[in-house]
């Protein structure tokens, strides 16, 4: 029996001797799953992870749950994502109006079994803002098409707030912590010069976070963001700083263009959309070199070109460059998988390994997979990728 796992993250608890899998549940979307192994390929379920009650900041869309632990303090840390509730809205985005309002959360446990418990009702502090972009739904009559004239921009209002989710931590030797998300689509409206139209994109963004919160003994302090990305404007309201880290139009791939054509093809009931979610990024050496690299998935994981790429750079800033023959794991449709993306990378017999999600059929739930990533200098291929098996259920 497959193991249901979507977004999986994957843990070496070294205190318990196991690997722990946290993952988006299918099964119950407001909480996530935990299970764990010993040899990656047998896995037994353990109980969801987050309590939460009805009084809880987010409302729904718990996605993405990764979990670090803490030597400084002994607690396990899960960063996860989710949609504020509706009494929030206007604080965190400015404005009733806005569809996709995600932020970061953050929870902690004695344990890496859970359960995880909120350090405080609210999500990370953290406004980022984009200044430069603007807001076509502001000026369109209908918010799911994005041709609008380059006349009509003129009046379009600059500058909102970004939506949030999949978080990353990446801890460097010299002491930062960096956390890597997905800024959503929504609102994200790019110009597309070869296509003569606006597509809604998401990218990879990172800011780098204070690490006062990881040295907090009794691991009840939240995590901020470092004080050279926040920022205010003329009336000391808060519009934060980041830095771009994955987009399509820095360094353009074919296989990222499954879902451009969206509202024609489905009749206007969809947008024209670019993907860039879920990522993870971690380092090696070569020839003496640190490289950093980055895991990430391009689509929706309904659609046959959704997959995972990586990009490499000699900063956990950037600029990254991509792999030329991304994705490095995609549908095989006559191996019956499908639906691959969303994973995390983890170290196993001092090899690296990537877990994700994928599927047997277009109409199954995501389950977890695992795969060795092999390299050669740079270059990366994920190969020897199998199912994981549940061998119990509580």
């Known amino acids: 029996m497959e193991v249901f796992a979507a977004d999986p993250y994957i843990l070496y608890d070294k205190n318990s001797g196991y690997y722990y899998c946290y993952a988006t549940s299918d099964l119950n979307n407001n909480h996530f799953s935990i299970h764990r192994s010993k040899n990656l390929k047998d896995w037994e379920f353990i109980d969801y992870a987050l309590k939460i009650n009805s009084n809880h900041w987010g409302k729904d869309w718990y996605w993405a749950p990764e979990v670090y632990f803490n030597k400084n303090n002994n607690k396990y840390y899960m960063f996860y ?7 929030l809205v206007k604080q965190y985005f400015d404005t009733n109006d806005y569809e996709e309002c995600c932020k970061i959360g953050v929870a902690t446990s004695d344990s890496p079994c859970g359960p995880f418990i909120d350090i405080e009702n609210r999500p990370i502090d953290y406004f980022p803002y984009d200044s430069d972009k603007i807001d076509i739904n502001l000026i369109s009559n209908n918010k799911n098409d994005g041709n609008v004239s380059l006349n009509d921009i003129k009046k379009a209002k600059k500058g909102y707030y970004l939506s949030l989710i999949d978080a990353n931590l990446f801890f460097d030797d010299d002491g930062k912590i960096y956390l890597y998300y997905s800024r959503c689509c929504y609102r994200n409206w790019v110009y597309d010069d070869s296509l003569k139209k606006f597509i809604e994109e998401s990218n990879i963004l990172c800011v780098e976070l204070d690490n006062k919160w990881w040295f907090d003994k009794e691991g009840k302090m939240m995590p901020t963001i470092s004080n050279k990305y926040i920022g205010y404007d003329e009336n000391h309201k808060r519009k934060d700083k980041f830095v771009e880290i994955i987009s399509y139009h820095k360094d353009p791939q074919n296989w990222e263009n499954g879902h451009v054509n969206d509202y024609k093809l489905y009749n206007g009931t969809k947008k024209d959309r670019r993907w860039s979610e879920g990522s993870t990024l971690f380092y090696r050496y070569i020839n003496g070199k640190k490289i950093y690299f980055i895991t990430y998935s391009c689509n929706n994981y309904e659609n ?22 991304n994705p490095i794991i995609h549908e095989i449709p006559n191996c019956n998988l499908y639906s691959t993306g969303h994973g995390s990378w983890f170290k196993y017999n001092g090899e690296d390994y990537y877990s994700f999600h994928g599927r047997d059929s277009l109409h199954a739930n995501r389950a977890l997979y695992i795969g060795k990533m092999h390299f050669d200098n740079t270059k990366c291929e994920l190969i020897n990728f199998y199912r994981a098996n549940l061998i119990r259920n509580k």
């Not at 997959?307 to 800033?317: D, E, H, K, Q, R």
């Open 81 to 87: 994502s989710a949609k504020v509730n509706d009494k």
């Open 304 to 325: 046959e070109y959704y997959g995972v790429g990586i990009a490499t750079s000699t900063s956990p800033l950037g600029p990254f460059k991509k792999q030329e023959d």
